[in-house]
């Protein structure tokens, strides 16, 4: 492409387009009340007299490049750093949670996922490192990090959320990561677990592998055999480098849109059953308990959920253009749409969602809005492509009941105070 | 979902499909050749006789939860850094390099993201950062970052390319990284620059947009209003979490497809003209030398390009099956074909795209390759959506001459030796 400016004919940067020229519009209203936070209408400043006057930080060279190897954020954004619960008994087997209301787009960088883990975060030597794969199989393998790399490979972009996210007693949260904190989502590369079975030769009675990780919980989930030939993986690798000791270094199964505790990190073993191994995490935990005093077990598939990140608990507004914008995820595919009311569930309006919209990923959706400054509760409502719709609180307990702690997909309602002030809808004003 | 093992029936675990077959017949072979490595078929250690010792990260707690509250990768991949060129006598104007022959997928971290600094990189406090945006415009604004915040936002994964990645007599480096290691790609989140362009209002006769940096280079570039127009943006975000200072922390331009430069850094103005600025990066630098002793100016768009990441130059492969995997992009659109070859360039077979093969972004290709021990050199050769075919380094040549520094986007070739020792190919034997 030579200088375009030669073409000349720039019509379209005069004609408005309607939705511009509201959002314009409205933006200016927010500039001209913004003056005592330094916005501000530029005449007699920009004709002529120039741009503000020159930071310090063009005054003098900068840091050298290379002075970080491997970068990290601006010291301004120290903040944003993963949620960790005050005052816990241990720190062992608990969470961390993702910011999600600082985040934007649908990747979640690897600093800032979060963190579920039942005996500590062990430092695994990959070179020491083995993966066994034994049970109902032809031939019994121990492959090293190595040979796992050599067999083909796949990269997709997948959410993990934890199945506690929310429980149902801990809807009392500040923020959207207090909330449902326990979701992130990367760009994973490693290779089908059905290529690895197959490599081994299933058995025909093989109906369940149980994976096995390598830290001091010992992990154990069982996985249907279904699961593991189809969208399965063991990953190795996140958001381009090698996964963070965190998330399972230097081995992990992915389950896309399974609850998160079965996608086992620090993966050492792969056993091929017959049945179930019935552990602690499918038998004490992780499973539902019902009104009638039974339980649901194996509830594996995270239903569909959404929550407006912007503006969101602990977020402030002023009156006049407000973008509202958030993420939206389904365990059984892809979100075909997210419906946002600003009116406490009185009306519904279709938002935009961004592409590429992909199958058990984030999506993340926006809604313009022109807050009028009077309070308000604004709502997201997800629909996956099985047409499945995420229900309220109300409609959830209905059927689930007060006793479960799992599988909390309800409706996330932000109450607008006349102030601006966002809050957690659940809690009573 | 219920446990599906009831379901039972899982025949395709038993049938193998022939490319599998292949493929796990040579990691066999792999495996039986790799015993020092430890890599063992299990028999008589599986069979009863369980998995391998325990290992001693399993016999005590691990680090505690939220230990790391913004995470960093294991101790064991402290290599994977930015590949910092040595001995040079400045670094406030240099470059580094991603380490491409390292990561896995399309996304780069933004820890391991190139760097090319004019003057450093600046610290800035986005609290007291401004945009001014002013010339032929109606009402000329001053922004601060939160007003910025508020317009209307998108996200879209596209790639940033240095132009001279790499210079045409900068081909002789060893790895991936010191050969195209100018180049990353992120998901980033901002605002659209038409949308404030049109915010300020564009006069009939605006025909460029120069941006300058907040830097101690000030660094300025002159962006065609047709780009401004298209699919340019302003953005804060880069995958999830907020630009880093080496990436423009708090404001950048970005420029889908353009050379690196252009996607000004710490933006601080945007001169509204009728012509560009000639400046310093559009004059003195950033133009084409051809053989006739004229210069090419305003070469803004990257052209299709290609590199085999793995195997790549300093890894070693064994005997039997490797994939093939490298990235491929254009600053025309999407990547439409990836060809590779494993004879010199005497045969192409069509690599496999990874979903989603997304405009102006890095795309993953992969190929399953069974080598047989003999020496060769293996190839990748990239075309875009409009049918543009990345040349080879004589074709390039034949047409730019050797006075030419930026644009090379030449075919690399990887030598194999029968070590099984992988080299740069433009470099003689």
């Given at each position: 492409?030579q200088g375009?400016?030669?073409?000349?004919?720039?019509?379209?940067?005069?004609a408005?387009?309607?939705?511009?020229g509201?959002g314009?519009?409205?933006?200016s209203?927010?500039l001209?009340?913004?003056l005592a936070?330094g916005?501000?209408?530029?005449?007699?400043t920009a004709?002529?007299?120039?741009p503000p006057?020159v930071?310090d930080w063009?005054?003098?060279?900068g840091a050298?490049?290379g002075?970080e190897?491997?970068?990290?954020?601006?010291?301004?954004?120290?903040n944003?750093?993963?949620?960790?619960?005050?005052?816990?008994?241990?720190y062992?087997?608990a969470?961390s949670r993702?910011?999600?209301q600082d985040?934007d787009?649908i990747?979640?960088?690897n600093?800032?996922f979060?963190?579920r883990?039942?005996g500590?975060?062990?430092?695994?030597?990959?070179a020491q490192?083995?993966l066994?794969i034994h049970?109902l199989?032809e031939t019994?393998?121990?492959?090293?990090?190595?040979e796992?790399?050599r067999f083909?490979?796949?990269?997709?972009?997948?959410?993990?959320e934890?199945?506690?996210n929310?429980?149902?007693?801990?809807?009392?949260g500040?923020?959207a990561?207090d909330?449902v904190?326990l979701?992130s989502?990367?760009e994973?590369?490693?290779?089908?677990l059905?290529?690895?079975?197959?490599?081994?030769?299933?058995?025909p009675e093989a109906r369940?592998?149980?994976a096995e990780g390598?830290d001091a919980?010992?992990?154990?989930?069982?996985i249907p055999i279904?699961?593991c030939?189809d969208?399965a993986?063991?990953v190795?690798s996140?958001?381009g480098e090698?996964?963070?000791p965190?998330?399972?270094?230097?081995?992990r199964v992915?389950?896309?849109g399974?609850?998160?505790n079965?996608?086992?990190k620090?993966?050492?073993?792969?056993?091929v059953?017959?049945?179930?191994?019935?552990?602690?995490?499918?038998?004490?935990?992780y499973t539902?308990?019902?009104?009638d005093?039974t339980?649901r077990q194996?509830?594996?598939?995270?239903e569909a959920k959404?929550v407006?990140?912007r503006?969101?608990g602990?977020?402030?507004?002023?009156?006049?253009?407000n973008?509202?914008?958030?993420?939206?995820?389904?365990?059984r595919g892809r979100?075909r749409?997210?419906e946002v009311?600003?009116?406490?569930?009185g009306?519904?309006?279709?938002?935009?969602l961004?592409?590429?919209v992909l199958t058990?990923?984030?999506t993340?959706f926006?809604?313009?809005?022109?807050?009028?400054?009077?309070?308000?509760?604004i709502?997201?409502?997800?629909t996956?492509?099985t047409g499945?719709v995420?229900?309220?609180?109300?409609?959830?307990?209905a059927?689930?009941g007060?006793?479960?702690?799992?599988?909390n997909?309800?409706i996330?309602?932000w109450?607008?105070?006349?102030?601006?002030e966002v809050?957690?809808g659940f809690?009573?004003a």
């Amino acid at each position: 492409m030579q200088g375009g400016g030669s073409r000349g004919g720039n019509g379209a940067s005069r004609a408005r387009r309607q939705f511009l020229g509201q959002g314009a519009a409205l933006v200016s209203g927010a500039l001209a009340g913004s003056l005592a936070g330094g916005g501000a209408r530029a005449e007699g400043t920009a004709a002529g007299n120039g741009p503000p006057a020159v930071p310090d930080w063009m005054k003098s060279p900068g840091a050298d490049v290379g002075s970080e190897v491997y970068g990290t954020p601006s010291r301004f954004e120290r903040n944003v750093v993963r949620n960790v619960p005050k005052n816990l008994k241990q720190y062992t087997s608990a969470s961390s949670r993702t910011p999600l209301q600082d985040l934007d787009g649908i990747i979640t960088p690897n600093g800032l996922f979060y963190e579920r883990h039942h005996g500590g975060i062990p430092e695994i030597d990959p070179a020491q490192h083995r993966l066994m794969i034994h049970g109902l199989v032809e031939t019994p393998l121990i492959l090293t990090m190595e040979e796992i790399r050599r067999f083909p490979s796949e990269s997709r972009i997948h959410f993990i959320e934890c199945s506690g996210n929310p429980g149902f007693e801990a809807i009392n949260g500040r923020t959207a990561s207090d909330l449902v904190g326990l979701v992130s989502c990367a760009e994973w590369t490693g290779v089908r677990l059905r290529t690895v079975l197959q490599e081994a030769g299933l058995r025909p009675e093989a109906r369940w592998v149980v994976a096995e990780g390598a830290d001091a919980a010992a992990l154990t989930r069982s996985i249907p055999i279904e699961k593991c030939l189809d969208d399965a993986m063991l990953v190795y690798s996140q958001n381009g480098e090698r996964l963070r000791p965190q998330q399972g270094y230097p081995l992990r199964v992915l389950l896309p849109g399974f609850e998160g505790n079965m996608s086992v990190k620090w993966l050492r073993r792969l056993n091929v059953t017959d049945e179930p191994a019935y552990s602690r995490e499918e038998t004490a935990k992780y499973t539902d308990s019902m009104p009638d005093g039974t339980a649901r077990q194996f509830t594996f598939t995270m239903e569909a959920k959404s929550v407006i990140t912007r503006p969101s608990g602990t977020q402030r507004i002023a009156r006049g253009f407000n973008e509202i914008s958030g993420i939206a995820w389904s365990g059984r595919g892809r979100i075909r749409q997210v419906e946002v009311s600003v009116d406490d569930g009185g009306t519904w309006t279709a938002a935009q969602l961004q592409d590429p919209v992909l199958t058990r990923a984030l999506t993340r959706f926006r809604l313009p809005w022109t807050w009028d400054g009077r309070p308000t509760m604004i709502l997201s409502r997800a629909t996956d492509e099985t047409g499945y719709v995420q229900p309220s609180l109300a409609d959830l307990t209905a059927v689930r009941g007060l006793k479960s702690f799992y599988h909390n997909n309800a409706i996330i309602p932000w109450r607008i105070a006349a102030s601006g002030e966002v809050t957690n809808g659940f809690v009573k004003a």
